[in-house]
């Protein structure tokens, strides 16, 4: 059998691939899906894809199976590591942050102000894929960001970095990087004004600058030899499809609970309302991902979080029953009382997620009286909120989870309206549609519509 194109979701644990055909059709396909363990400690990725591969054709009953294109998203090898430093956390980090976070990173290190000997110890120890160095308003503060990326340079890592500071030390940075190993991209101020972010071009080079260095990661170093298309991390490929969701069909947030993360996507402008009250700008996209909120890995987090009594109440079980529940959890529920189980930490991680995404109104009381401010990502305007990832697609209660977030509003958070939609990628291709849309966007956002079930 032919297959126009193959995504392979190269992730931790499991390598999972997804076919298309049609691609170049009015109506593309959406042929199946295999997967198999991921093959890093093995030393070379391409045991495992070529074991998903095998696994596709089985699951679609084909003896052989040829394919004009193999694109890939990976969160494999620790996935995008990355350490960012600026000047103040509130302004020129945070905008660092955002987008790395919006590219696909997972952040392991912060810096604000000038770099310490400790922070140069603890950067070498988490060995990251990228440093973003950062710091200054165009024309505005130009020591520390100079400072840090000396402290940087000097430890002469074989590490890529990225400058995204103030314009006016684009040359001093090219010297100072000139004859070490780290590979230096100099890009647009992730922060150019008071107020103003600017975090598209700084998103779009590590990307880049991901792709063109994951070979380099342990065992991946053969991945080349199958994919022949982009290679982008897996959190950048779901913002990649959320984005293209939001110019079909309106503002949209995308919620993808993990076994060990739960990742949480918007894109929206807000409302003009709450525009007006915002104390500090916000991304039209973000992205933040809960470290702490996994269903499976990190599951005891959630149980302790909602309380063991509570939790055995809610499933009709005793505190002994859930206890030896809990310890034998596999990663993909089987029974009914597993999938309960499932089903009451998701919602709890879901809940949890995005109300740390969210931002929140608060009174302020002056000479003046009070004043009404809002502070963080403003949700009110999302129209359809979106369930990706194994637990928000394959969980029977699923969609009441996900209407859930509106009815837990307290009142002063800025969540999604009970009138927003509920859709489910039913496929669970929302990565591979990121990845895909970079080559095919048409056939991309129709092949995700279909696994919206959208018209």
Do not use: W
């Not at 600026?86 to 590219?103: H, I, N, P, S």
């Not at 503060?141 to 995204?164: F, H, K, M």
Request: proline letters at 4%; glycine letters at 8%; charged letters at 25%.
């Amino acid at each position: 059998m032919k297959i126009n194109v193959l995504v392979a979701e190269i992730g931790s644990t499991t390598t999972v691939i997804n076919a298309f055909n049609g691609i170049f059709d009015t109506c593309p396909t959406f042929v199946g899906q295999g997967q198999a363990p991921t093959s890093v400690g093995e030393g070379d990725v391409n045991i495992g894809l070529r074991a998903a591969i095998i696994d596709l054709s089985e699951s679609i009953k084909v003896t052989s199976l040829e394919y004009d294109d193999l694109m890939s998203t990976s969160s494999a090898a620790g996935g995008l590591r990355m350490t960012v430093h600026g000047l103040v956390y509130d302004m020129t980090v945070r905008a660092a942050k955002e987008a790395a976070l919006g590219a696909g990173a997972n952040i392991h290190m912060i810096t604000a102000g000038k770099m310490r000997k400790t922070d140069l110890n603890k950067l070498k120890e988490i060995n990251p894929s990228i440093i973003l160095i950062a710091g200054g308003v165009d024309y505005g503060e130009r020591d520390t960001a100079l400072y840090n990326a000396e402290l940087i340079s000097g430890l002469n890592l074989d590490i890529p970095v990225i400058y995204a500071g103030n314009i006016e030390n684009r040359e001093e940075i090219k010297e100072v990087f000139q004859n070490i190993h780290s590979k230096l991209y100099i890009v647009d101020n992730v922060y150019p004004k008071i107020d103003q972010l600017n975090i598209e071009p700084t998103r779009k080079v590590i990307q880049e600058v991901f792709e063109e260095h994951i070979v380099h990661a342990p065992g991946m170093g053969k991945v080349r030899e199958m994919v022949r298309g982009p290679i982008m991390p897996t959190p950048g490929a779901v913002m990649l499809g959320t984005k293209l969701l939001k110019e079909e069909l309106g503002d949209v947030l995308v919620l993808d609970v993990g076994g060990a993360t739960t990742d949480v996507h918007s894109v929206t402008e807000g409302s003009d309302e709450i525009n007006r009250l915002l104390v500090s700008p916000e991304p039209i996209s973000k992205r933040t991902v809960e470290g702490d909120l996994g269903v499976y890995v990190n599951q005891k987090n959630i149980v302790d979080k909602i309380g063991i009594e509570n939790l055995a109440i809610k499933l009709g079980i005793s505190t002994e029953e859930l206890n030896n529940l809990v310890k034998i959890q596999k990663p993909i529920p089987v029974s009914n009382i597993e999938k309960r189980l499932i089903e009451e930490l998701t919602l709890e991680a879901v809940i949890t997620a995005v109300k740390r995404h969210a931002g929140k109104l608060r009174d302020l009381y002056g000479p003046n009286g009070k004043k009404t401010i809002a502070e963080g990502k403003d949700l009110t305007n999302i129209r359809y909120i979106v369930g990706t990832g194994g637990a928000l697609t394959r969980l029977p209660n699923r969609v009441e989870i996900l209407k859930s977030i509106a009815l837990s509003n307290k009142g002063n958070e800025l969540l999604p309206n009970k009138e927003a939609q509920i859709l489910v990628d039913n496929n669970y291709i929302m990565a591979s549609i990121g990845v895909l849309s970079e080559k095919y966007p048409e056939a991309a956002i129709k092949l995700l519509k279909n696994s919206l079930e959208v018209e």
